[in-house]
């Protein structure tokens, strides 16, 4: 219960004010994986229950986001970073595109779209593989833009750029770390104007440098934190000056080079879960401390059991779901990270990329050929569903109305009834 009540006392920066029908982020609403309450579809495939299916222009691997029914997807449409809005209909809003030429991705599951955009409700945030960081108007309009590799030199990532944007009150933050040159760097929201840089050497070997995680905005008693994960640390940041205020290590004790990082942490109460190892640990971190706090502040580690080297973790209350790479769903106990329950989705060549999601009291995890599981949540492991697209995807799908948005590489698919028929509750 205890863990429970911090959760609900902890204030996620994303909005000032968030609808049951708005997704701004790519991890929901408060950043852990759980949908707004509602009841959402079970059964679907390419022609059953789906309410509309959109080709999209160029190939693009972000999630979308939802704001006032509008529904906003990056892309590379003829080479060029485009952002394009979608209403709840599925006809296109508005599309607009952004800076010099794209940059194709390296890895075929990857595009120069990875980063999803970001919203506060006053202006999309959008970032793009060729380094620019763009700011739009609801109606698609630029407000300024930036470019963080003209500024401070191209990236050195083997693969493609996968953190995405995050908002404080008042800042654009994005994290870059990669062999040689990491950093962390704010932005104004109102000119895009540089607030700060801070520097990220951590020494980590090689590969294991790099990541592509995306940080957490947390404010906690008034003042705003950044946590990031990357380079064999987790470091807290003051949102204000960029200051470090605390670290912890000894993720990668063996000082393996080939540890790079991609699933993202989750907060869950007093503590910040992260996975790494390339799937093989989850780390739990006590929040809070100055300094090195590695001795004192790591409150467990699971180790080989529960854990995922690409999708992103679930919290809810005492509870966090991790799907692995392969589809086993293990539910763990936050507070000793031992697990309730584990269980293998359907084994296939097929990889798991996307970040599952909990809506309904199901959990929705999505393998890369397009095939959803359906699982329910309680005290075992239990398929309750598996439904087919038959399309490549490695977006997270996002929950509102009573419907599901899924996003392929060549399609956007809206899943449940008809917009008005679910705001009618036909």
């Known amino acids: 219960m205890r863990i429970r009540a911090i959760v609900f006392g902890l204030l996620f920066l994303v909005t000032s004010t968030v609808s049951a029908d708005n997704w ?12 707004p309450k509602g009841t959402y579809p079970v059964n679907w495939s390419a022609t059953k229950n789906v309410a509309w299916k959109l080709k999209l222009p160029g190939k693009g691997t972000s999630t979308p986001i939802i704001w006032n029914g509008q529904i906003i997807l990056t892309s590379q449409e003829s080479g060029k970073n485009t952002t394009l ?52 108007t609801l109606a698609g309009k630029a407000v300024w833009q930036t470019n963080l590799q003209k500024a401070w ?15 404080s009150a008042d800042k654009v933050l ?3 770390m990669q062999t040689g040159g990491s950093y962390v760097a704010a932005f104004n929201k109102s000119d895009g104007k540089v607030a700060w840089k801070h520097d990220r050497n951590l020494e980590a070997p090689l590969e294991a440098a790099q990541s592509y995680t995306t940080p957490i905005v947390l404010k906690r008693e008034g003042v705003e934190r950044l946590l990031v994960l990357g380079a064999d640390h987790v470091t807290a940041h003051e949102v204000a000056s960029g200051k470090e205020l605390w670290r912890v290590g000894g993720l990668n004790p063996g000082g393996q080079k080939y540890f790079r990082s991609i699933s993202s942490p989750v907060v869950a109460g007093n503590l910040l879960l992260a996975p790494y190892s390339r799937g093989n640990t ?16 790591v409150a467990w580690k699971n180790k080989g059991g529960a854990a ?27 507070k000793t990270g031992k697990a309730i329950w584990s269980g293998q989705a359907e084994k296939n060549r097929q990889g798991f990329s996307s970040s599952p999601i909990l809506a309904g009291g199901r ?17 075992s492991f ?30 956007l698919y809206c899943i449940g009834k008809r917009a008005a028929a679910a705001a009618a509750g036909e």
């Open 24 to 35: 701004p982020n790519w991890r929901g609403p408060t950043l852990n994986g759980v949908a």
């Open 85 to 136: 809005a979608v209403d709840r209909s599925g006809k296109t809003i508005w599309k607009t595109t952004s800076g010099g030429p794209g940059v194709k991705g390296k890895h075929r599951k990857a595009s120069g779209s990875n980063p999803s955009p970001v919203t506060d409700g006053k202006h999309i945030y959008v970032y793009f593989k060729n380094g620019d960081l763009v700011c739009l």
């Open 153 to 167: 030199g191209k990236d050195t990532l083997w693969w493609d750029i996968g953190t995405s944007p995050v908002l």
């Open 174 to 176: 994005v994290a870059v």
């Open 282 to 297: 989850l780390t739990a971190i006590r929040l809070g401390g100055n300094g090195d706090v590695t001795k004192s502040h």
């Open 308 to 334: 995922a080297d690409v999708p992103s973790p679930i919290v809810q209350g005492d509870r966090a779901f991790v799907c692995s790479d392969r589809g086993r769903l293990t539910c763990l106990d936050v």
């Open 363 to 379: 959990i929705y995890i999505t393998r890369e050929d397009g095939k959803t599981f359906v699982v329910d949540s309680g005290d």
């Open 382 to 411: 239990k398929v309750v569903a598996a439904n087919e697209l038959g399309e490549f995807t490695v977006a997270t799908p996002i929950f509102s109305q009573g419907q599901i948005l899924l996003r392929t590489t060549e399609h």
